[in-house]
Every structure is written in C-alpha cells, then in structure tokens.
C-alpha cells in the first residue's frame, strides 16, 4: 500500500490547494472499505476536494497489518483507480507524542483539554489549518457534543457519514 500512497499528489499543509477539502481519519477511511461505500467516497470525490493528512496515512500504513486482506485490497484497487485523494502534508508523525502535542500547541493550546490524545487531535489542527470538513468514526473523542461546541469558533464540521456532508 505503502507505494499506492507514494504516488497520490501531496501538498503543504499551508498550500492554498489545501484549502477547503474533506479530511478522512484513518478509522473512516477503514471503514469506508469495511462496509463498501467506496461509491459514497467517489460521489463526494466528483463535488470535492478529498485529503488525507500524510499523519492519518502513516497511521493506516502502521494498521494496515491488521486490516482485513480484503478490505486492503478494495483500498488498493481503489486508489490506483481514482487517485484523486491529495495528501496533506503534517510535520508529525504517528506514535511520538510529544510531537503531537507541539504540533496541536502551535495552532491551539486549549484544544488537548478537550481532546485528550493528541494523535487524535491532529487531524483537527489540520481541518482547522485549511479550513476542511472532517469524516471520523472516531465518536469517543472527535464527535462528541461538547467538541462541536468548541470547534464553533473555527466553524470546523466534523461527520460520522457522508450523507451528513451538504454536498
């Protein structure tokens, strides 16, 4: 999979190309393959910018071991098919979370008192960077009310579906 990401366009975090796009976390884009809605992501791909950061990347290259062989299959056919997901650049990387939490400090200090895994709070530094729409299934720390509330003042949306994106 590793060489499938490898030659989807990437981009600066700051870049203006960045701007404006659907975020996927790694949780939503395992399920996406998991319950076969690759025609969800291509209709959302045909109305707007998707991304990955190139940290929710490394994070699904690190599970990828225990995804299911079929549904890292699905993926792979469907990445080299439509390789229209760009990948947003992050200066962090899974798994050190020191660097995690800088990274979130620099854009948001207060953001780690409400959620408390920086690893989980890096995709929202870059939704809010680039001004993206998050898709998560990650509903213990990044869709919860009191996050919603939080996130007003950057107008950061955050979906579980893709049906809850207005198109």
Do not use: W
């Not at 499938?4 to 404006?20: G, P, S």
């Not at 998707?50 to 079929?70: I, Q």
């Not at 229209?84 to 990387?93: A, G």
């Amino acid at each position: 999979m590793k060489e499938v990401f490898e030659k989807l366009t990437r981009i600066d975090l700051h870049d203006e190309n960045a701007k404006n796009c659907v975020l996927l976390d790694t949780c939503f884009f395992i399920h996406t393959f998991e319950h076969q809605k690759e025609q969800h992501l291509r209709d959302l791909m045909e109305k707007r910018q998707v991304a990955m950061t190139s940290f929710n990347v490394e994070e699904f290259l690190y599970k990828e071991h225990s995804v299911d062989e079929r549904v890292r299959e699905y993926a792979r056919k469907f990445l080299k098919k439509y390789p229209d997901i760009t990948i947003i650049n992050v200066p962090v990387s899974p798994g050190n979370r020191e660097q995690e939490k800088m990274f979130v400090n620099l854009i948001d200090p207060n953001l780690l008192s409400e959620i408390p895994d920086p690893s989980d709070a890096v995709i929202m530094i870059a939704g809010i960077t680039t001004n993206s729409v998050i898709l998560t299934k990650d509903k213990h720390h990044l869709f919860t009310t009191k996050l919603e509330n939080y996130l007003q003042k950057y107008n950061l949306k955050v979906f579980k579906e893709y049906h809850d994106i207005i198109l």
